[in-house]
């Protein structure tokens, strides 16, 4: 079996080639172009595992890449290419749409597996740039739209994957091309599921329907879905068809952060033990910090990660106390959680001008400051290709011991939001910070409630999720504290693009 061009350990290439074997006799040949149609074999669900730094993403990557470039063909979220008996097609899934941008920031084009049980239909004359986008069809001439347009288009698509995305930078709104949707009837082929360790009995379930051959790739050290008792779906894989990626590829540039992560897995080890390891490094390592307070001016960018929902409200409300936040309405630079679109059925396609600009659920946005309209809000949509955009919105601020969040701004149907300087440990699961601030005293109170999960201290999977969150720097906050803030909350390192055109109104039409 010939590798792709990316180095290789020896189980991820032993890996490798027993997906590449089980796909051959499912009619799908890695290594060349023998492609047989769908229904040739009966398909199976294989699992890769393997804990965080172990090199699941470069593999799940690395399968779909040798894919395409066999003739297999790319399914997405946004667009499907027209059906052929004799296609062999891909879905790259991820549970929740946080896991999935991740993925998307690594370059490979997932969606999310709500997504794909819903197919848009466009209208013939724009299915032509989504065909010629695909390389299924010659650069189109569209009436009203130049050349300058479309090559923005294809430049959008190249480091995005994405036909709406693609679209949006070519000057269209979602309702110009996308004339309606339909819920999926038929069967796909493959499916790679990423952060499966997430994933429930029913969605599992769902999958199977839907793909005759599912790749599951995971980390089973992390927190199992509510109401699973621990369990995961890799548990219902037989063990042959499980491989386990043990060699940890980050830790070989002496990473002080995964190192702590992986030491969580000795069954010795108490809290208070793992705290003087945490200490030791910070001592050794900048890239550890033992934290006296948490810093609040990282909030504004990277949440706080906690353990319990009353620990994450208070400190939001600290966070805007000590910026002398109004109650009333939000400063320009404070932070938001997209917790979904509210619109009924018939408005689906104003849902994807917004989901197509990034605002998903899960999505990290930076409040600019009141719409031109009431309950309008402008965002910065953080990590998206053109993240300035302005949408009817409902923001919802949770109180302290009240069971009805405060709503400065709110439309009667838009983008919901949750304030985003603290999230629990559970919702950041799938996501990444470069710095991230973990709060320990929570973590501690886990560790005293003396809970299992799955054989092992709920304390120490709460402990892992949070510190995998980190990229370049972990800080164990180890006081009830806030900092002062270093200056004012502002969004000048945000403005370098102008807001985008890009209105929904609180009726659902656009303006």
Known sequence: MSLPSVTFSHDQADAFDRIAEALRADGVDLDGDALRPPGAGKGQVLAVTGKAGSGKTLLLSAISKAAQEAGVALISGDYEPKKTKDRRTLAILAPTNKAASVLRL???????????????????????I????????????????????????????????????????????????????????????????????????????????????LLLFGDPAQLAPVGQS???VFDRVGAPNVMHLDRVHRQDADNPILDLAHALADPQLSFEDFERMIED?????????????????????????????????????????????????????????????????????????????????GAQVVYLGPGSKAGFSKLHVMGAESPQVSAASIVKIEKPDEEEPFIPYAARMGATFLHGAAVTIHKAQGSQWRDVQVFAPDLYAAARVGRIEAGQPLWKRLAYVAITRAETRLIWVVRNRLAKPSAPLGVEDLLAAPVAPLELTAEGGEA
């Open 130 to 213: 989504a065909e010629w986008l695909a390389g299924e069809g010659d650069r189109p001439v569209i009436e009203g739209l130049t050349d300058v347009a479309l090559d923005r288009a294809h430049a959008s698509y190249q480091v995005n994957t994405s036909v709406p995305a693609a679209l949006a930078a070519a000057g269209l709104r979602g309702s110009d091309f996308i004339t309606g949707w339909k819920r999926r009837d038929d069967p796909l082929d493959m499916g790679l599921i990423d952060e499966a360790s997430m994933l429930d009995d029913k969605q599992y379930d769902d999958l199977r329907e839907i793909f005759p051959t």
């Open 106 to 128: 690594r370059g490979v084009p997932a969606t999310t597996i709500h997504r794909i049980l819903y197919t848009p239909v466009y209208d013939p004359e724009y299915e032509r």
């Open 230 to 232: 621990g369990r995961m």
């Open 281 to 361: 490094k910070a001592a050794q390592d900048e890239r550890v910090v033992w934290g006296q307070r948490v810093e609040v001016d990282l909030m504004a960018r990277s949440p706080v990660l906690v353990w319990r929902n009353a620990t994450r409200i208070r400190l939001i409300n600290a966070f805007r106390k000590v910026h002398g936040a109004p109650e009333d309405a939000l400063l320009p630079g404070e932070p938001l959680i997209c917790d979904g679109i509210e619109l009924p059925l018939k408005h689906r396609k104003k849902r994807l001008d917004l989901e197509a600009r990034g605002l998903i659920k």
